[in-house]
């Protein structure tokens, strides 16, 4: 049993006739018969009464005659969802990002739904770690790292340049200074992530380097709750700068420039094969691309590979 023997079958059930069915479909009424057998031989129930002239359904044909109606609605549902989905007017996308990366994605996400509402967004927090494998495993379509995942199953684009900042309260000795070096620094009581990274790591070493202590008195689990603290007076930290333009710009916070750390860290869209992405994926590549052209600065768009 198809759906195009369930065509025929409702043809003739709506028309009465096997002969008017016929001309409905464009078919021989022969070949209308013959379909009609064969799904009752398919079936093993006679669907018409054939000492009636009119057609006339058997209890079976009763029973499938609701069921064919419903098999067919559905397809008529599947078929105007993927016109939908092609459309951008139905859809979802799940992007994998941590607490630093999901900063980058919040401008275009605005641009995206603001381009197609109807779209389903869930962005998930997750290690940066992880993140690749949550591509590769189709729990997500994208991700957003802050290194290159040296994957060659999945393709990436650099969509943003980050710098590690130093920031300190306005009424900080050293808001008001133009540069510091680290040596300055061994006497501040740093406010830190919870969480280890390679930058943090790469920090530590940079003060072991020029022998200088590094004091991380305090370790919080958010970024949000870091500006916060050292806004209230504190202490300071080494935060991404994504993290607190607003702050700097509203004056709660001050970036003094350290002489002796420059850690800048590129911000990439991972992603499997392009040809594997649903349509709202491929539209989430098409409208990053086209914020870094609009925005510029430290936005962008550059494949890797």
Known sequence: MDLSQLEVFLTVARERRFSRAAEKLFRTQSA??????????????????????????????????????????LRQDAQTALVEMRELQKGQLAIAANEF???????????????????KITVRRSLGSHIPDDVLKHNVELG?????????????AVVYLDELV???????????????SIRQLGAESFIAHIVASPYREKV????????????????LPTLQAITRFVSMGKGVALVPEISVESEISRGELVRVPVRDLHFQRKLRLVYRQESALSH??????????QAAKER?????FQREK
């Open 166 to 180: 130093f920031v300190v309260p306005p009424g900080h000795p050293l808001a008001s200074a133009g540069e510091v």
């Open 32 to 73: 209308v018969s013959q379909t009609i057998r064969k799904l009752e031989l398919d079936i093993g129930e006679p669907l018409f009464d054939r000492s009636s002239r009119d057609g006339v359904l058997t209890d079976a044909g009763r029973v499938l005659q609701e069921y064919a109606e419903k098999l067919l609605n």
């Open 204 to 219: 530590i070493e940079a003060f072991r380097r020029h022998k200088t202590p590094l004091h991380m008195d305090v370790e």
């Open 101 to 119: 990366t999901a900063l980058y994605l919040l401008p275009v996400l605005g641009e995206f739904r603001r381009l197609h509402p109807t779209i």
């Open 144 to 156: 957003v790292l802050s290194y290159d995942p040296q994957e060659p199953q999945l393709r990436s």
């Open 296 to 300: 510029g600065g430290r936005y962008r």
């Open 280 to 289: 709202a994926g491929r539209a989430f590549l098409k409208v990053a691309e």
